[in-house]
């Protein structure tokens, strides 16, 4: 009897080992979709250095792979954390007769030395609709998120990396409500 329960289970394992192999190989040569290059030559999410505001001297320090890519870093992004970066903002941040209402966003990348680049700013209301918030008050809290003081390296393997970061203010009569993540 244990016999055969013991070639029952080996027959099955092998048997879904073969499956498994067969679905993998069928994927990769027949079932994967082909990327085609010239009409998407990036990834979901790559910031186009063309299209977005950095320093002159701002450089990613791999081409290759930038780590975080749809959600960010928010738990190790924020130096020493998010509650001193949330404390500086509020404290620095200067309400010079806003009334606007509505998000502000920022996406961008933090480089291997902790510096910020590459931001993509959007603009909503609070029915998140794309909008124009008051010029001075984007400005001015683009300024304060651009600070390198604000941001981490990361670490991957021994050794620094870029990743992507974001960060949203919720802006409520020209006062910051919420800074997001």
Not at 78 to 96: D, H
Not at 139 to 167: C, G, I, P
Request: hydrophobic share 35%; with cysteine.
């Amino acid at each position: 009897m244990k016999i055969l329960k013991i070639t029952v289970i080996l027959f099955v394992s092998i048997l879904l080992i073969l499956i498994a192999v067969v679905g993998v190989y069928y994927y990769m040569q027949i079932g994967k979709h082909t990327i085609d290059k010239e009409k998407y030559p990036h990834y979901i999410g790559y910031l186009d250095p063309q299209k977005t505001i950095s320093d002159t001297n701002f450089k990613i320090c791999s081409d290759e792979r930038i780590f975080k890519t749809h959600h960010g870093a928010p738990k190790i992004a924020y130096a020493p954390n998010k509650g001193v970066f949330r404390n500086t903002i509020l404290s620095e941040y200067k309400n010079q007769g806003f009334t606007d209402s509505g998000y502000l966003n920022f996406r961008f990348i933090i480089n291997c030395k902790g510096e910020p680049g590459r931001f993509e700013i959007t603009e909503m209301n609070l029915n998140l609709e794309e909008t124009k918030l008051n010029e001075k008050l984007v400005d001015q809290l683009f300024t304060l998120t651009a600070q390198s003081r604000h941001w981490n390296t990361f670490t991957f393997k021994n050794e620094a990396r870029d990743y992507y970061m974001y960060v949203s203010y919720k802006i409520e009569n020209g006062e910051i409500s919420e800074i997001l993540p």
